[in-house]
T-cell receptor, first 114, second 111 residues
Framework: ETGVTQTPRHLVMGMTNKKSLKCEQHLGHNAMYWYKQSAKKPLELMFVYNFKEQTENNSVPSRFSPECPNSSHLFLHLHTLQPEDSALYLC?????????????FGDGTRLSIL | QKEVEQDPGPLSVPEGAIVSLNCTYSNSAFQYFMWYRQYSRKGPELLMYTYSSGNKEDGRFTAQVDKSSKYISLFIRDSQPSDSATYLCAMNPGGNYQLIWGAGTKLIIKP
């Protein structure tokens, strides 16, 4: 496989459930990102990891918990989500952590909170 | 005022037309400018990348930056139905600053 792969593609969960989103990149990049994309709104950066270290946390609620075990894998653990958290969650990677580096995106996980 | 403004559209044009997509911004420190294309049910993909002012051409696509007016454009010549997508602009001053994104313009090319 090449590029950035996200699983699952779709997820429906109740507000009390716990689930995890997975992202894997096969590009040899050192930085990985989580974004939230809502309809007609700009992409919202959530977290940045550079060489497995978290370098950015954009005041994201604690019900979202990221994990980066190595430079190729990124997880987003979800618990006690709210209906307004329904959105497309995109993972991206880049060669380095400078945000002027082009970012390569996965196709996202469409999350629906009941 | 948003840092980056982008008309959400949709913009609908006939096949073969020249398309102009635009973003305006407020931060004069922005130096890196990108255009991403996002097809339905797909992630964004980088289309054009420019540094500072000027034009950059790649096939049917031309990216233009006017820093004096704080305005960037993406032109698509000989537009095709396969160009139908949402186009996102993104920019930043460089270094450790985050990319700032526009909300995207939905483009529809009618056969």
């Amino acid at each position: 496989e090449t590029g950035v792969t996200q699983t699952p593609r779709h997820l429906v969960m109740g507000m009390t459930n716990k689930k995890s989103l997975k992202c894997e990149q096969h590009l040899g990049h050192n930085a990985m990102y989580w974004y939230k994309q809502s309809a007609k709104k700009p992409l919202e950066l959530m977290f940045v990891y550079n060489f497995k270290e978290q370098t950015e946390n954009n005041s994201v609620p604690s019900r979202f918990s990221p994990e980066c075990p190595n430079s190729s894998h990124l997880f987003l653990h979800l618990h006690t989500l709210q209906p307004e958290d329904s959105a497309l969650y995109l993972c991206a990677s880049s060669i380095g952590g400078d945000s002027n580096q082009p970012q390569h995106f996965g196709d996202g996980t469409r999350l629906s909170i009941l | 005022q948003k840092e980056v403004e982008q008309d959400p559209g949709p913009l609908s044009v006939p096949e073969g037309a020249i398309v102009s997509l635009n973003c305006t911004y407020s931060n004069s420190a922005f130096q890196y400018f990108m255009w991403y294309r996002q097809y339905s049910r797909k992630g964004p993909e980088l289309l054009m990348y420019t540094y500072s002012s000027g034009n950059k051409e790649d096939g049917r696509f031309t990216a233009q930056v006017d820093k004096s007016s704080k305005y960037i454009s993406l032109f698509i010549r000989d537009s095709q139905p396969s160009d139908s997508a949402t186009y996102l602009c993104a920019m930043n001053p460089g270094g450790n600053y985050q990319l700032i994104w526009g909300a995207g313009t939905k483009l529809i090319i009618k056969p």
